[in-house]
T-cell receptor
Framework: NAGVTQTPKFQVLKTGQSMTLQCAQD?????MSWYRQDPGMGLRLIHY???????DQGEVPNGYNVSRSTTEDFPLRLLSAAPSQTSVYFC???????????FGNGTRLTVT | AQSVTQLDSHVSVSEGTPVLLRCNYS??????LFWYVQHPNKGLQLLLK??????LVKGINGFEAEFKKSETSFHLTKPSAHMSDAAEYFC??????????????FGTGTRLTIIP
């Protein structure tokens, strides 16, 4: 039972490069989301999805794209990396309303 | 609008002594409240949740929290700290009755240090 799997664990990008952070879950959860964690700011929601084919913006969506073609996968795309996107990114999923979130172990991204 | 305030950014206790991590919230509706724990280089893990049932909620690893509506508080406690409790703890408030309206707000975290 893998839960929520994020890849890669670490990534260094140069300003202007693009990349995709991968997230997969094997719990058949409908709800998936991406957060970024910055020191002293808690977790902030980037994008979320309530099911395959349905996505919406969270609190800090600028500079990021998502898609949800399957229930299992929810990739996060950085279109043109900026130093302000240096952060730790977490993917999470849950079963239903008010259900607890299951988190991946995070991707630590540095943009130089 | 909902918000959550963790009153201490850092708490240090000696092993075997009680733990108290404080959380105040504001919410326009009847909220759900959660505590999550994050160990170094790991994702967050649910400790416990309150969803309008019993006001005293028991979680994993001996932690519990009490929902006090009059004080808008949801403090996390443990009678006796263990070295393995050293981690960062997040209080989270949730509003909304269906997906699409669901909003989670995370506190800024409390780092718990255990002194041997």
């Amino acid at each position: 039972n893998a839960g929520v799997t994020q890849t890669p664990k670490f990534q260094v990008l140069k300003t202007g490069q693009s990349m995709t952070l991968q997230c997969a879950q094997d719990m058949n959860h409908e709800y998936m989301s991406w957060y970024r964690q910055d020191p002293g700011m808690g977790l902030r929601l980037i994008h979320y999805s309530v099911g395959a084919g349905i996505t919406d913006q969270g609190e800090v969506p600028n500079g990021y794209n998502v898609s949800r073609s399957t229930t299992e996968d929810f990739p996060l795309r950085l279109l043109s990396a900026a130093p302000s996107q240096t952060s730790v990114y977490f993917c999470a999923s849950s079963y239903g309303v008010h259900s607890p979130l299951h988190f991946g172990n995070g991707t630590r991204l540095t943009v130089t | 609008a909902q918000s959550v305030t963790q009153l201490d950014s850092h708490v240090s206790v000696s092993e075997g002594t009680p733990v108290l991590l404080r959380c105040n919230y504001s919410s326009s509706y009847s909220p759900s409240l959660f505590w999550y724990v994050q160990h170094p280089n790991k994702g967050l893990q649910l400790l416990l949740k309150y969803t309008s049932a019993a006001t005293l909620v028991k979680g994993i690893n001996g932690f519990e929290a009490e929902f006090k509506k009059s004080e808008t508080s949801f403090h996390l406690t443990k009678p006796s700290a263990h070295m393995s409790d050293a981690a960062e703890y997040f209080c989270v408030v949730s509003e909304g009755s269906s997906f699409g309206n669901e909003k989670l707000t995370f506190g800024t975290g409390t780092r718990l240090t255990i002194i041997p």
